[in-house]
């Protein structure tokens, strides 16, 4: 029942969005060396890197 959010930084900053699940805002970091996924402690939310060079055309 947990969000999964696509981003394209390697720092995410995560409030939970407000509601239930708010919380005070924390910075993420994603490292691409590891899974490409960090999970917020607070909230549980995942935040998945992205692949920024698909989909545009350079
Ligand atoms: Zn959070």
Request: glycine share 12%.
């Amino acid at each position: 029942m947990f969000e999964t959010i696509e981003t394209f930084q390697t720092q995410v900053a995560c409030d939970g969005g407000g509601g239930p699940l708010g919380h005070p805002r924390v910075y993420l970091h994603i490292d691409p060396k590891q899974d490409n996924r960090v999970t917020c402690p607070y909230c549980s939310r995942t935040y998945v890197l992205g692949h920024p060079h698909l989909g545009h055309a350079a």
